[in-house]
């Protein structure tokens, strides 16, 4: 269980590190360009996953840490029941906890999620992210392919 736990801190710490680093060298909603397709762009985010609800007067943000921490605490009480089984939804769970905890640090103690990562096409942008959504993601995907593809009744593939 501790080296499950010990990747999601990784996780939090690289997210930590990278947003620490846009608010030092990024200029709020001024696009750096990195290359076609990809912008750094300093954001705040007081809301969820595209900025839903971040306009709704400053109580989302405590909505938001109170959900945070219960699946949070409800992942921890998944890894621990998964340890003999697969090794992919343990995977897919460190990385959604990382994540997790790692724009909870932002709530907490900022208020908002800084976020950076702007991805587009032509005209077209994504909204902006972070490390920590980023690894909620992969961990989604993950968590996906192993109720899909992973037979559990024999623990392998």
């Not at 908002?112 to 995907?141: C, H, K, L, Q, R």
């Amino acid at each position: 269980m501790f080296r499950w736990l010990i990747f999601s801190v990784t996780i939090v710490i690289l997210d930590q590190i990278t947003k620490f680093f846009a608010v030092q060298f990024l200029v709020l909603h001024e696009p750096k360009y990195i290359y076609d397709g990809l912008n750094f762009t300093l954001m705040y985010n007081t809301g969820a996953a595209f900025s839903f609800l971040s306009d709704a007067g400053g109580w989302q943000r405590w909505f938001f840490i109170g959900v945070s921490c219960l699946v949070s605490i409800i992942i921890v009480i998944w890894m621990y029941n998964t340890l003999a089984k697969s090794r992919c939804l343990l995977f897919a769970l460190s990385f959604i906890l990382g994540g997790a905890l790692g724009n909870l640090w932002d709530r907490l103690t900022l208020g908002y999620v800084v976020d950076f990562i702007e991805v587009y096409y032509e005209n077209f942008y994504w909204p902006a992210f972070n490390i920590a959504d980023s690894s909620i993601t992969i961990g989604a995907i993950l968590l996906i392919l192993d109720t899909l593809l992973i037979d559990h009744t024999q623990n392998r593939l």
